[in-house]
């Protein structure tokens, strides 16, 4: 019996690696369940985590089988696995070190997930129908009202299809008032709105220079108003503050209440004489209809104006959640640099320091033959000291992270500063053709504007496959500076979904869909623009406008 044939016991599946990360042993249930299996390379390109790790050159990052492997400690994990067919499968993943070997347990939760996403699913469904249902009973109780407003206000039919088909209380408000004038032969009429328990403010009215007037009436009209009763009366005055009138009115005031609540007061004023018994049943209706066709109407544009709050938050929040994203990396970035930096120029300026003094040695060589050998060796050296320095400088000035401000950049020298970051992804395979305008200084913030050339470059380097061409233009134009970078790689196919945050055409756990997501904003920032042509097998070209001014 094998060491380790007692994991064939065992229901889940068990694989065991060496220290080399060979395969040395499978149990029965990785063998059904894997049957696929060729070699721990493969698998672990199958088997990757739910949440993916953003962009990372080390592959260790995105592979649960290569972490498991090399963790000193216990490892576990929740990963999917994609088989040979297409579908999807989940696992718990455990990993434990027993001397020399790995043994990783996968345990089968695709069940339970599918469960769980299931029972979310349910609820989604669930909290829709009882939402569906609420509407459905708040529009049976609007129907009832509807019909039964219709029945009493047969004689106001203009005025019951103005509630009806405008949502906008002063259009109804107007209108309604327009046909109360009309149908009491009145010469002044106005609707004025609830301020306290005896005070109005007057909101519309058909002579505008009485809005927003504030009046009072006597304690007679005042008992009216609270017991939701319609006064008609014979006067002098509208109400207190107002100037008499020649001759005695009869004025009409019609309380406004919805659900218990007085909304406002309209106030009819006529010559005629008026039987208030007669059109009593009308006005009340007329009430009813307009405290809830205000209400509403107000409901409506607060709805309206927290809907236009709610979508400005939340375009705000994306934006913010990219800037704390991009602000999170660069610092990061910055950091990473400035100690790398740090380790890189000790030793540098010890092997300057040993460089110098073997330079001035040479003079005492007496052989001419190794003298001149030993000379050209020191100038190497020398040449490959300066180049370091220069890198280090180039690193330092790409993530100054200190440049909160705008300042005067040379475009053309910061692209150079890209691409000298880039070189290894060009190096002795994509030829790089520039040709530069004469750019005067822009103001900008030439970290963020790095980070755009960086981003737009890395992915064309990534769209070339084997050996290409990237051309780079650069104009100022209509006080605008204009950059132009153009590939000969494969083309995009979405075009239009790239500036989207999390979409990228690059493999799982590869790209973030971040970095033109950020540059974009970048660019913004910038008060500019920056638009995408592409051709797939042909190539794609970016074009960057930001104006000077």
Known sequence: ?????LFNKFNIAVIVLNENREVVFQNNVFKRVFNDFENIKKFSHKLYYEVCALESNDVAVHSPIIQAVNSKEDFSAHVIYQSSSGSYFYYDINATKRGKYSIIFL????????IENLAKENKKYKEQVNYLEEENKTLSKVKLQAQSQAMKLLLLNNVSNIIRESID????????????????GAFRA?????????GFRIVESLDKSEINKIISFDSEVNAYIKKNKVSCLTCRKEYREAEPFKENVQRIVLPIYHLNRLVGIIVLSTKQKIRLNDTLEVLDG??????????????????????????????????????????????????LVAGVAHEINTPIASIKSNNEISKKLL???????????????????????????????????????????????????????????IRHETKNRIEIVKHYGKLPPIKCYPNMLNQVFMNILVNATHAIKGEGQI?????????????????????????????FAGYTTKGAGIGTGLGLAISQKIVEKHHGKIDVTTKINKGSEFCITIPSE
């Open 471 to 499: 051309d780079i233009d650069t104009e100022f134009k209509n006080k605008s500076l204009i950059v132009k970078i153009k590939d000969n790689g494969c083309g995009i196919k979405e075009p239009e979904k790239i500036f």
């Open 107 to 114: 345990t089968d939760v695709t069940s339970k997930a599918n």
């Open 1 to 5: 019996m094998g060491k380790f044939d």
């Open 169 to 184: 209380s002063s259009v109804i408000l107007t209108s309604a008032l327009g046909e109360l004038l009309q149908m009491f």
């Open 190 to 198: 106005y609707y004025a709105s609830s301020v306290n328990d005896t």
């Open 286 to 335: 007329v009430a009813s209809q307009l405290g809830n066709a205000i209400i509403q109407a107000e409901l409506y544009k607060k709805n309206e104006e927290m809907v236009s709050n709610l979508t400005k938050a939340l375009n705000e929040l994306k934006e913010t959640q990219l800037q704390l994203i991009n602000s999170e990396k660069m610092a990061s970035l910055g950091q």
């Open 363 to 421: 003079a005492r060589i007496d052989d001419k033959e190794i003298g001149d050998l030993l000379k050209e060796v020191n100038s190497i050296d020398s040449e490959a000291i300066e180049r370091i320095n220069g890198l280090v400088v180039s690193l330092r000035k790409f993530v100054r992270l200190d440049e909160a401000e705008l300042q005067e950049a040379d475009i053309n020298k910061e692209i150079d500063l890209t691409l000298d970051l």
